[in-house]
């Protein structure tokens, strides 16, 4: 008999899919102590979150989150809403004992996040960021043979995470669906939504960011206001560039935009080693790209590495060798990894605090990007 937790989902957009999706299938793959159920979702509009709810088979709905936090038939409260209502949800879920699964980033700044870490961990509930892309299985071999030292000392780290989608000065701003161009509810533009999850990923693989040097731009600098129906000013950054320096003193170039015309979602990673250096590419998420100094130089070369093989990270779970699985899945090993840290009592990573250190990278980006200047990660 599996131990139940009530899931409490709050948002019904594309992420609030994703995660549904995860705790439906989890235990049908996973051997795990706990079992979710999707016990209610909340969300303002009523009739939405009905079909929601009727389409991923949650048992109730709210309209209210503070109602839903306080319920006391719930065990986890998901966070799926724009970015500006991250702190107050969490810090209600907190003091309500609730467990909270948050969507990236985990805050608007490093200032809310901080008071987010200090919430959960006086209030003791078990907590993870939504970082997903950690656990698609190539992501996590990469950090494994790094984590094994196969790469030896690291003297580069080179993200990539390129969009087109806002090309065009006739979007709006705001409201349900474009929330992520408006600066007072996502926070920041690409810093906050894509690079976040190029800096946590970088930072599982290669420890923490020193100092950072960055180059930010707004192309369209007003938009139509969806709330306000007036146009305005556009406070996002829509591409940012930087530069970092590793704790481990290796070097590091990151980039993103929304105006790469062409690519939808081409996040890539490479990383150079004295021995050894790796590739992945999120379009092509099975393959990871690893090439050995120390094999025969006859036959040295990029391997690709198809990481489907039931030795590989998560996929003795699914199929048989050869067979892939795709970007849900990596939702569906995040909430597995989670319930495992509950029966270990050891937290699966990352936690808020962990996240907190991607948030502080993020505004020291930020900060450099208005200066100009070099900028010390809190
Ligand atoms: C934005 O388009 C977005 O959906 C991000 O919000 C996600 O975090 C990223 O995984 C894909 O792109």
Redesign the pocket.
């Known amino acids: 008999m599996k131990n139940t937790l009530n899931v409490g989902m709050i948002g019904y957009g ?2 609030a899919r994703a995660h549904s999706n995860a705790y439906r299938k989890v235990n049908n793959f996973f051997d795990l102590e706990y079992r979710p159920v999707l016990k209610a979702v909340c969300a303002r509009d009523a009739a939405k979150v009905k079909t929601f709810a009727e389409t991923w088979g949650y048992e109730s709905v709210e309209t209210d989150w503070r109602k839903l936090v306080e319920r006391k038939d719930l065990d986890v409260i998901d966070v799926c809403t724009p970015n500006n209502l991250h702190r107050e949800i969490a810090l209600a879920a907190a003091a309500a004992g609730k467990m909270i699964l948050c ?2 980033p985990l805050a608007m700044n490093s200032q809310e996040g901080a008071e987010m870490v200090t919430a959960i961990e006086k209030a003791g509930v078990a907590n993870m960021v ?1 970082y ?2 950690r656990r698609v299985p190539a992501v996590t071999l990469a950090q494994r043979l790094v984590e094994e030292g196969r790469l030896g000392r690291i003297f580069h780290y080179r993200a990539v ?1 390129l ?1 087109d ?1 806002t090309i065009s000065a006739d979007l709006p701003q705001g409201g349900t669906a474009l929330w ?1 161009l408006d600066v007072a509810a996502a926070g920041s533009g690409v810093t906050g ?2 690079l ?2 190029c800096i946590d990923t970088a930072i599982w693989i290669n420890g923490g960011i020193a100092r950072v040097t960055a180059m930010t731009e707004t192309f369209v600098k007003e938009r139509k206001h969806n709330l306000t129906g007036k146009v305005e000013p556009v406070g996002i950054d829509d591409a940012c560039a930087f530069l970092a320096r590793f704790k481990n003193g290796s070097l590091a170039t990151f980039e993103s935009t ?1 105006y790469a015309r062409g690519h939808k ?1 081409l ?1 890539t990673f490479e990383i150079n080693g004295e021995k050894a250096s790796i590739q992945w590419d999120l379009h092509d998420l099975h393959r990871l790209s690893y090439f050995d100094h120390r094999d025969d130089g006859r036959l040295r070369g990029w391997r690709s590495i198809h990481v489907t093989d039931g030795e590989h990270p998560y996929m003795s779970k699914w199929w048989v060798p050869g067979l892939q699985i795709g ?1 849900e899945h990596s939702f569906v090993h995040q909430v597995a990894d989670f319930f495992e840290g509950l029966t270990r009592n050891r937290p699966a990573s990352p936690t808020f605090r962990d996240a907190q250190e991607t948030q502080k990278v993020c505004d020291a980006v930020l900060q450099s990007g208005r200066t100009g200047q070099w900028v010390e990660v809190e």
């Open positions: 594309f992420m969507e990236k939504w997903n892309y995470f969009q989608w992520r939504d894509l976040a999850h929304r979602a996040y970007y």
